[in-house]
């Protein structure tokens, strides 16, 4: 397979990457300084290990509405990638993060007029509760998902889209919805699937044969960049619009966990557990968790359970067609790179 080259980058610019400390915010804004690009980075906690790599560090919480909208200012555009994310928690928590904190990101790009703005969104707002093979953006967003998470993201993703060409500025916007994101340093899938196993907390939800897209971090950031680049082009302009992005290659999500469990010297996993058995349990736990205050997530909800066994791949077709996207990294290469000592 030939090699894909990574993104033509812009001129040097201002930018805000939000969620800099997380996994897909720390390679975005290391490949934005190697641009010489000029980056600020929100993030919540103080880290000085960023402000050494010379990123303009701005803590602040997202439901900081204020300082949020200060953040923008003096920016060309902003990556708004930080999020609540999880499986569990109060509504109102995720609603604060995901559509508080996107609307004041959304106002300081107007008032402040920033020429575009790219929002990290999940393939989660389509979520039915069914199999998803291989459809695209057609898909109508989803109602009444079990998970605050991909409900809040439904929310703030179409407000991104909505303020596509809103005055003063006409800002310019686009949302992307990577899957499953993982690669060197993931400190959430790969990590949570080899602790689970290790301590024999896994289980195959279903037949074991639904597929999946998964997307390496480094496609993730390719697809950032040439969003942004894109929204400059005349033709097949994502102004406005929301894009699928994967590695292109989906892959039956039990038999990737048993080889990266193999690579790992852990047993892997047989003993399964049927979908409407794992709902039951899902929902059990759910009423548990939020009668008595549990803290933590339950092991399994209704929406875990759907999500381990059904099909969930994607048609990226427009992502390649109007953002130029191309995934660099193959699911191999990814394995291979994971694995390297």
Known sequence: MPTVPEPTALPP??????????FVGLNLAKRLLAQGCQVAGLCR???PDLERLGIQMIYADLADAPAVRDACRGRD???HVAAKVGIWGKLAAFQAANVEGTQAIINGCRDFEVKKLVYTSTPSVVFNGRS????????????SIPCPYPTTKVIAEKAVLAAHGQPPGKLKTVALRPHLIWGNDD?????RVLERARAGKLRIVGDGDNRVDLTHVDNVVDAHLLAEIALDRSENNPGGKAYFISNG??????????????????PQIHRKVSLPTARRLGAAMEALW???????EPPMTR???????????FDISAARRDLGYQPRITMAEGMRRLLEP
């Not at 929406?303 to 791949?313: I, N, P, Q, R």
């Open 13 to 22: 610019r201002s930018v805000l990457v939000t969620g800099v400390s997380g």
């Open 45 to 47: 906690t103080a880290r």
């Open 77 to 79: 555009t902003v990556f």
């Open 132 to 143: 998803i093979a291989g459809q695209d953006e057609s898909l109508p967003y989803g109602e």
């Open 187 to 191: 400190p959430n899938l790969v990590p």
């Open 249 to 266: 290659e989906p892959v039956k999500l039990w038999d990737w966990i048993n080889e990266l469990l193999k690579n790992h010297d852990i």
């Open 290 to 296: 939020k009668t008595f205050k549990l803290k933590g």
């Open 303 to 313: 929406f875990v359970a759907s999500e381990l066994a059904k099909d969930h791949w």
